[in-house]
């Protein structure tokens, strides 16, 4: 019999911080699960990030309001994934923003990745009746935005490909911390089935290059001092890469997926396999790469079918 995927058996709850990493900025982290960012201005707050459902959105409302009762005006998403927008409806923000691209991709494969999304994780869809559909950005921009609460100044940027073709940033100069989306994690596994292996060590040191005093990451824990953030920037090119290396030397040597997958294994076992969410992207990441490698630069799409039809074929 088939395995189930890795994060299907996971339904326990997880403990939730909310740590304040500049001034009246905050990281909403939950052991791995899908990240949230708190930016408060003068006369109003952006969240980034909306969590998988209004059910898990409003755990970050929750937090908004111990520290705050200035409206939320602004909602970034940093790209399409599902349980990074479904909860939008919760926050009633006027303003929801993401990359033109990501609003491309919502609508080329929005509802496939909710599907798919769903199968693969269930407990963060716990509540899903409470969904009133794709969330779609009422604001999108190519390559640079400015917002302004107040005096507070928010910088949304498109640095390059990485997790998906339209990944986008969020900087506050004045605190000099940036929310990055699912571009860096820090001991969690990268999820690469939308992926862009080529370009993501790029957009990596890009980020650097704004040498942030504090990260908001995708998932884990907040990184507050150059140091953590030098060392989850490190450590998220090293998975990037070591995904990618042994899964294309299998690819172009006319290998299969099933040899990929063990060939990354051996390579990433070693030093990532305590990571938080590692067996549930390890199939998926394989995948990606995998077609990478034989010049497939379009991500296809994940369905609930093909996660199926994949997952069968390594367990075979």
């Known amino acids: 019999m088939t395995k189930q995927f890795a994060s299907a058996g996971d339904m326990a709850e997880k403990a939730i911080s909310f740590t304040?990493?500049?001034?009246?900025?905050?990281?909403?982290?939950?052991?791995?699960?899908?990240?949230?960012?708190?930016?408060?201005?003068?006369?109003?707050?952006?969240?980034?990030?909306?969590?998988?459902?209004?059910?898990?959105?409003?755990k970050v409302i929750e937090k908004v309001r111990s520290v705050t009762e200035k409206p939320i005006s602004?909602?970034?998403?940093?790209?399409?994934?599902?349980?990074?927008?479904?909860?939008?409806?919760?926050?009633?923000?006027?303003?929801?923003?993401?990359?033109?691209?990501?609003?491309?991709?919502?609508?080329?494969?929005?509802?496939?990745?909710?599907?798919?999304?769903f199968q693969r994780f269930p407990r963060l869809f716990q509540g899903h009746e409470s969904i009133p559909g794709l969330t779609w950005p009422t604001t999108t921009f190519s390559d640079k935005m400015t917002v302004y609460l107040g005096k507070r100044r928010v910088d949304l940027m498109f640095l390059g490909r990485a997790h998906t073709a339209g990944d986008i940033v969020a900087n506050?100069?004045?605190?000099?911390?940036?929310?990055?989306?699912?571009?860096?994690?820090?001991?969690?596994?990268?999820?690469?089935?939308d992926g862009h292996f080529a370009d993501w060590p790029?957009?990596?040191?890009?980020?650097?290059?704004?040498q942030p005093d504090a990260i908001g990451p995708g998932r884990g824990d907040a990184l507050v001092g150059r140091e953590a953030v030098e060392a989850a920037l490190d450590l998220t090119a090293n998975f990037v890469r070591s995904t990618f290396r042994?899964?294309?030397?299998?690819?172009?040597?006319?290998?299969?997926?099933?040899?990929?997958?063990?060939?990354?294994?051996?390579?990433?076992?070693?030093?990532?396999k305590d990571y938080a969410i590692y067996e549930h992207c390890l199939p998926f990441n394989v995948?990606?790469?995998?077609?990478?490698?034989?010049?497939?630069?379009?991500?296809?799409?994940?369905?609930?079918?093909?996660?199926?039809?994949m997952w069968q074929a390594l367990q075979g």
């Open 202 to 210: 790029a957009t990596l040191e890009r980020i650097r290059g704004f």
């Open 74 to 117: 602004h909602l970034v998403l940093t790209h399409y994934h599902a349980v990074r927008v479904l909860g939008a409806s919760a926050y009633m923000a006027p303003t929801v923003i993401m990359s033109d691209k990501a609003r491309a991709m919502v609508a080329e494969r929005g509802a496939e990745d909710w599907a798919s999304e």
């Open 246 to 272: 042994p899964a294309a030397r299998v690819a172009r040597g006319g290998g299969g997926l099933k040899q990929a997958w063990q060939a990354v294994r051996a390579v990433c076992d070693p030093k990532f």
């Open 20 to 58: 304040e990493i500049g001034r009246d900025i905050y990281a909403f982290t939950a052991q791995g699960d899908p990240n949230s960012g708190v930016i408060v201005g003068d006369d109003s707050v952006m969240v980034v990030e909306a969590q998988a459902t209004p059910r898990l959105a409003e």
């Open 172 to 193: 506050v100069p004045d605190a000099n911390i940036m929310f990055t989306g699912d571009i860096v994690e820090y001991h969690s596994a990268c999820y690469c089935g």
């Open 287 to 309: 995948a990606r790469a995998f077609d990478e490698a034989l010049g497939i630069d379009t991500p296809r799409i994940w369905t609930a079918e093909r996660d199926l039809a």
